[in-house]
Antibody, heavy 118, light 108 residues
């Protein structure tokens, strides 16, 4: 069964850190590019970060650059998002997603909720 | 940054009718547009990519069209399960990848 399963979400105070994980199964994870996309409560979708198959090329949204770090471990079929200096506006459901040839998102995880609050 | 603008904000259509959703890009994105369906409490699902190619398993009631800056998603013979929010996305000029703000489709 093709799936992505996120974990690591929770409640964190402003200025704190959190590490999200996304475990892939049922497909050749190492051949796909990977993204994080988030959705604030009641809002639309916002692309957050990208890394290519080998994990070398990395791009970030301006809103998270310098605070978030995307990485992947192909030996574990897992994608990560290290989030530091968290702000209230980072509160959202975080989805991992993969893309094959282009950069449309073919497979999505179910999402994990991150709440930044004191 | 490419801004994607969707219209209308909400579309209310009767079962069996056709619904057309629009998406406009602030600059040319060629045919690098995808459409997603999102139901409450669920992750988005890919419907259309490259403006007009249906994703695997998507019924042929869903069709996409357009190029350059104007795009449409058409759902023929609407069914109750089509009630959802629909997002367009461009992947031509990135980063950043950008989404439209969404169109809520209601089935009367």
């Amino acid at each position: 069964q093709v799936q992505l399963v996120e974990s690591g979400g929770g409640v964190v105070q402003p200025g704190g850190s959190l590490r999200l994980s996304c475990a892939a199964s049922g497909f050749a994870f190492s051949t796909y590019a990977t993204h994080w996309v988030r959705q604030a409560p009641g809002k639309g979708l916002e692309w957050v970060a990208f890394t290519r198959y080998g994990g070398n090329d990395k791009y970030y949204a301006d809103s998270v650059r310098g605070r978030f770090t995307i990485s992947r471990d192909n030996s574990k079929n897992t994608l990560y998002l290290q989030m530091n200096s968290l702000r209230a506006e980072d509160t959202a459901v975080y989805y991992c997603a993969v893309s094959d040839s282009g950069s449309h998102f073919e497979i999505w995880g179910q999402g994990t909720l991150v709440t930044v609050s004191s | 940054e490419v801004v994607m603008t969707q219209s209308p904000g909400t579309l209310s259509v009767s079962p069996g009718e056709r619904g057309t959703l629009s998406c406009r890009a602030s600059q040319s994105v060629s045919s690098n547009v995808a459409w997603y369906q999102q139901k409450p409490g669920q992750a988005p699902r890919l419907l259309i990519y490259d403006a007009s190619t249906r994703a695997t398993g998507i019924p042929d009631r869903f069709s996409g069209g357009g190029s350059v800056t104007e795009f449409t998603l058409t759902i023929s013979s609407l069914q109750s399960e089509d009630s959802a929010v629909y997002y367009c996305q461009q992947y031509s000029n990135w980063p950043p990848i950008t989404f439209g703000q969404g169109t809520r489709l209601e089935i009367k």
